[in-house]
């Protein structure tokens, strides 16, 4: 049975499924950036009119959509395709062998640090607003990081990387001096 919550970005919507959407983590998908993603669902996804990003994590999908479209008529769709899936086929949408790309960048001791603060600490509170925080570097003391899903283009995102990520990330790891949202 696949459920719905608002996210702080009134143009996203978290659906919750109770079975497994993805098996390799959280992965977001940007409609025109991907020529060729390679999975259908998330193909057909992107082609619904409205939606232009979708985000896959283990037990729920985030959409964005555009202002043009109201969730009256695209919730049932997102509902209907998810439920259909699940219908025909027995495992995840992402499956391990469709791992796409690794951050590297992990010899570092204050990159592991930073990396287990926002695994711990950020992302799971990120992920109950339909989102996800990626890190992608760390130089000079600043970390940059991606937000995803109901995060991308939220009017509360960077207030949210501001007080709560970098004060977080400050806290816990001294060499960190601010953080920085990259697209």
């Known amino acids: 049975m696949i459920q719905t919550e608002t996210t702080p970005n009134p143009d996203s919507l978290k659906f919750l499924s109770d079975k497994t959407i993805s098996a390799i983590g959280t992965e977001e998908f940007i409609k025109d950036r991907d020529k060729e993603i390679g999975i259908p669902f998330v193909e057909e996804l992107l082609n619904f009119n409205g939606v232009e990003l979708i985000l896959l994590s283990e037990k729920f999908l985030s959409v964005k959509k555009t202002k043009e479209v109201s969730w009256n008529e695209l919730k049932p769709m997102v509902?209907?395709?998810l439920n259909d899936y699940f219908e025909k086929n027995e495992g995840p949408i992402l499956r391990k062998s469709e791992k796409i790309g690794d951050n590297g960048n992990t010899d570092n001791e204050t990159v592991n640090k930073?990396?287990?603060v926002l695994d711990t600490k950020i992302r799971p509170a990120v992920a109950r607003d339909g989102g996800d925080i990626k890190f992608k570097s760390f130089e000079n003391g600043v970390v940059k990081v991606?937000?995803?899903?109901?995060c991308s283009g939220?009017?509360?995102s960077l207030?949210?990387?501001?007080q709560g990520v970098?004060?977080?990330l400050k806290h816990y790891v001294k060499e960190v001096n601010s953080v920085e949202a990259i697209k």
Not at 146 to 150: D, N, R, V
Not at 159 to 162: E, F, I, P, Q, V
């Open 159 to 162: 207030m949210t990387l501001k």
């Open 166 to 168: 970098q004060n977080l």
């Open 79 to 81: 509902i209907s395709h």
């Open 114 to 116: 930073i990396i287990e």
């Open 146 to 150: 991606q937000l995803q899903g109901s």
């Open 154 to 156: 939220c009017p509360s």
